[in-house]
Every structure is written in structure tokens, then in C-alpha cells.
């Protein structure tokens, strides 16, 4: 999901004033979607083999709701990188009575997904997935790789950076519409910078695409769909993610079973109003 923030803010403090609190907000918006891009990063530990992604997949598409704790999706949300960044991020979200609701609508969004798999295939049905072939990255791809990567790095680290340029009124006009305090304010740049300058330090070693089938079978093992799918596993900073970085970036494996980016723009609209 691509999005700019600017790193220079000059703005007439009386004809823009009302423009520079929606334009901070919706930045804040639109980076916070880019965190929340995937579900699967909550599953990602440290691995050494790059079946793992999917095996989690798996974990992620056989969830019964109460088993999915968003607050454990966003904190590693990039399967272990500034995994206290992102915990700082979402304390500072929850407290919000303005940016909170995105976060309960994420976790009924997801109760939804399990429900409507269940009205369509039933309680009992399983999903698996089975590799079919993988292919190694060249170096030219694992460039593309990295530098979507570091890309979303540099919009975290942009937004932290735009944040230092307010002025005091600016801030307070920020937060009130925010709904947090000065204090969480400064946590929130920093945690967005320090966040964003580990990504851009992340550093792939080897990556494939993978051919998969996914099968969902009844209580009796009897398939009852089946398609095939494929997917981009990357080594970074030695952990194995499936990372979609030719379109938008990601951490996922499969788009039936997880929470999409255009979902949580749904979800968020509403804050482009503030």
C-alpha cells in the first residue's frame, strides 16, 4: 500500500491551520494501516525453514476467533522487527476513544472472517496447505524485495520526522483531535521512527516463490475446495516471512484467511473526517 508523508511542513498558521490537522491525522491513518497490513506476522518466530510462513498460515486460517488477540497480530505485525515499537504504538492507540474503535473493529472483522468460513464450509472443516514447487529469488528480486521493505521503513520514519515539525499549537490541535495526551504524542514519533529506521535496517538474504494448494477438507477428510495459490518467502534478519513485496508489501500467505489492507481502510475511513 504505497503512501507518502512529507518530511518539510510550512504552513500559514491562519488559512491552513484546519488543513494541517486533517493532513496529520490522515497520515497517521494511513501508516497505522500499513502496520496492521497483515496477520500473520503474529505466528512468525524465529525459523529455519521457509515452510514455516505457510505452516502459521495454517494456524491462522484453522483460528477460532478466540483464539486471535490483535494486540499480539500488531505487535508482530512485522514478524519480530521493533516488536517494542509496535507494542508502544498500539498502548498509545487503546487509549485513544478516537483510534481505539479501528482496533475493536479489526478484532470483530476478523470473528466475521471465521464465522463466514463456517457458514460456507462449516465448524469443522480444516484447512491445509501443501507446497507444489518453489522457486529461488534472483539477486535483482531480492533488490525489489528489500527496497519495498525499506520503503515502508522510510514512511514510518517520514511521518516521525513531519511529526518534529509542528509547532506547539500544531500539537495541541493534534492530540485533542487524537485523542491522546502530549506525552503519548512524543511516544508515538518516537516509537515511529525508531520503528521505521529498524525495517530500513532489515536485511534479506534469500527469498522463493512457492507454488501452494490450499485444500479445506470436512470433519470426515473430505475436500471439499481446493485451489492453487502462490507466494513470496523471504529470509530477513534470518527469519523466514511470506512477504508479498510486488504488491504493496505485507506479511501474508493467504488473502482469504486474513485481514486486507482495502478491509482496514474500510475500517478507518471514518477517521478521515476528523
Avoid at 4 to 11: S, W
Avoid at 147 to 156: A, D, F, K, Q, V
Avoid at 164 to 193: G, N, P, R, V
Wanted: with cysteine.
Amino acid at each position: 500500500m504505497a503512501c507518502a508523508f512529507p518530511r518539510e511542513a510550512q504552513y500559514d498558521e491562519k488559512e491552513n491551520h484546519h488543513k494541517m490537522k486533517k493532513r496529520a491525522i490522515l497520515a497517521s491513518v494511513l501508516s497505522i494501516m500499513t502496520i496492521f497490513a497483515s496477520i500473520y506476522g503474529a505466528f512468525s518466530i524465529i525459523m529455519n525453514s521457509y515452510t514455516k510462513p505457510i505452516r502459521d498460515a495454517e494456524k491462522i486460517a484453522n483460528a477460532t476467533a478466540e483464539d486471535y488477540n490483535y494486540e499480539d497480530v500488531m505487535s508482530k505485525s512485522y514478524g519480530g522487527l521493533g516488536e517494542s515499537e509496535l507494542q508502544t504504538i498500539f498502548t498509545v492507540l487503546s487509549s485513544s476513544a478516537v483510534l481505539s474503535p479501528a482496533l475493536d473493529e479489526a478484532q470483530t472483522n476478523f470473528a466475521s472472517m471465521i464465522e463466514t468460513r463456517n457458514q460456507q464450509y462449516g465448524e469443522n472443516a480444516t484447512v491445509s496447505y501443501s507446497v507444489l514447487s518453489k522457486e529461488e529469488l534472483s539477486i535483482s528480486e531480492l533488490q525489489q524485495a528489500k527496497l519495498s521493505i525499506t520503503e515502508e521503513g522510510e514512511r514510518l520514519i517520514g511521518l516521525g520526522e513531519f511529526f518534529e515539525t509542528l509547532t506547539e499549537q500544531q500539537i495541541a490541535d493534534l492530540t485533542e483531535s487524537m485523542d491522546i495526551t502530549t506525552d503519548d504524542f512524543e511516544k508515538l514519533k518516537d516509537a515511529l521512527k525508531a520503528l521505521g529506521e529498524e525495517i530500513c535496517g532489515a536485511q534479506v538474504s534469500v527469498g522463493y516463490h512457492v507454488q501452494l494448494t490450499r485444500t479445506i477438507s470436512d470433519a470426515d477428510g473430505n475436500v471439499i475446495d481446493s485451489q492453487q495459490l502462490q507466494t513470496t518467502v523471504l529470509n530477513i534478519n534470518g527469519q523466514w516471512l511470506a512477504y508479498d513485496y510486488e504488491n504493496g508489501g505485507g506479511f501474508k500467505v493467504d488473502d482469504d484467511f486474513s485481514i486486507s489492507s482495502q478491509e482496514l481502510e474500510q475500517i478507518l475511513e471514518p477517521m478521515r473526517n476528523i
